[in-house]
Nanobody
Framework: QVQLVESGGGLVQPGGSLRLSCAASGFTFDSYAMSWYRQAPGKERELVAIITNAGGTNYADSVKGRFTISRDNAKSTLYLQMNSLKLEDTAVYYC?????????WGQGTQVIVSS
């Protein structure tokens, strides 16, 4: 079955960096676009970044120039490098894959940006 397991979250000061990882299994990783979403307290889940199976990327305006999505198909792992973190980046971050019109989500990893 499809499994997505995020890791790498934590507490970081404004201006700091974190790298999130999402280990995928149960499907042919290199055949699917992958994405990162986040959900801040009291807010709806929002798309952060997406990477196609060919490596094309797209970002939310709020993270452009600061976040980089990447993938290692040999390791079936998705990454999100987050630099210049801001207070408003505080959220639970989720990776997602859409497969045969079904969305599969990981359990999320908490990122807290605080001084």
């Amino acid at each position: 079955q499809v499994q997505l397991v995020e890791s790498g979250g934590g507490l970081v000061q404004p201006g700091g960096s974190l790298r999130l990882s999402c280990a995928a299994s149960g499907f042919t990783f290199d055949s699917y676009a992958m994405s990162w979403y986040r959900q801040a307290p009291g807010k709806e889940r929002e798309l952060v970044a997406i990477i196609t199976n060919a490596g094309g990327t797209n970002y939310a305006d709020s993270v452009k120039g600061r976040f980089t999505i990447s993938r290692d198909n040999a390791k079936s792992t998705l990454y999100l490098q987050m630099n210049s973190l801001k207070l408003e980046d505080t959220a639970v971050y989720y990776c997602k894959v859409r497969r045969f019109s079904i969305d599969y989500w990981g359990q999320g990893t908490q990122v807290i940006v605080s001084s």
